[in-house]
């Protein structure tokens, strides 16, 4: 559902209200050259916070009357517009910086995914979709059809309780990073990720047959499970990154 189609009352926004956390994710945006974009700046905590860097920063908003409170409130180099984020797409090199309505943190995170010239994302999600989308226990599906051209990383669990209204879960800070040089290119990115679906709906006794189901030669298949001993890879989410990559190419006869 785009945020387009919600009332005021439906944006499903839990606004971020410890300094703490505010802080450490206007630190961790400090860190990450090139312009601002924050998706959905609601009441402007993050971004009061992003406006002390002096960076070039691009608000977007759905809701209008926030968006003309904000615009009383930061310096000249913030511009603030109404928009709906699903349909905005970050300028080159830009840091993205979210709190993301829980409700649509699917939909944003494929929109995100799929738009090209962002470098860095520094996003609030729920707890359960940061630790799943960094590969924490095992990679989802999601997550192993972008490895190639993304890097995601955990970077710490945020209370419920630093968000008014509170939600009935916590949330998590989840950093992903565009690969300078990606694992595959581009061009195959459909015919990857195809595959990838593919490798996960398979049956099969253990990953090194459901690989082979898949076209990936037994010997390189029993090369990724043996190059990782040290970690139990039995199914497709135990694969890494590099792995997936790996059997790709292979499976392709490249």
Not at 91 to 109: D, E, K, M, R, Y
């Amino acid at each position: 559902m785009h945020q387009s189609r919600l009332g005021r009352q439906e944006f499903g926004q839990n606004f971020l209200v410890d300094t703490r956390v505010i802080d450490h994710i206007v630190g961790l945006v400090a860190e990450r050259p090139g312009p601002i974009v924050e998706w959905g700046t609601g009441n402007g905590a993050l971004t009061l916070g992003l406006d002390r860097l002096g960076r070039r920063l691009e608000g977007i908003e759905i809701d209008p009357r926030r968006v003309q409170e904000l615009k009383r409130k930061v310096g000249p180099h913030v511009c603030i517009s109404e928009g709906d984020i699903l349909r905005h797409a970050p300028p080159a090199g830009a840091v993205l910086v979210s709190n993301i309505p829980f409700h649509l943190t699917t939909p944003i995170l494929r929109h995100l995914l799929r738009s090209r010239r962002w470098t860095d994302a520094v996003l609030v999600t729920q707890w359960e979709v940061a630790r799943k989308r960094a590969g924490v226990g095992g990679a989802t599906q999601l997550t192993a059809q972008w490895w190639p051209w993304y890097e995601f990383a955990l970077d710490q669990r945020i209370p419920s309780t630093a968000f008014r209204p509170r939600p009935s879960i916590d949330a998590g800070l989840l950093l992903i990073h565009r690969r300078s040089e990606p694992l595959l290119p581009e061009q195959k990115q459909r015919s990857y990720q195809a595959w990838v679906a593919r490798v996960f709906s398979s049956r099969g006794r253990g990953i090194v047959e459901i690989l082979r189901r898949n076209g990936v030669p037994r010997r390189i298949a029993a090369d990724l499970v043996r190059r990782e001993r040290n970690r139990p890879v039995a199914l497709a989410r135990d694969l890494l990154a590099e792995d997936w990559a790996t059997a790709y190419r292979s499976a392709q006869g490249s």
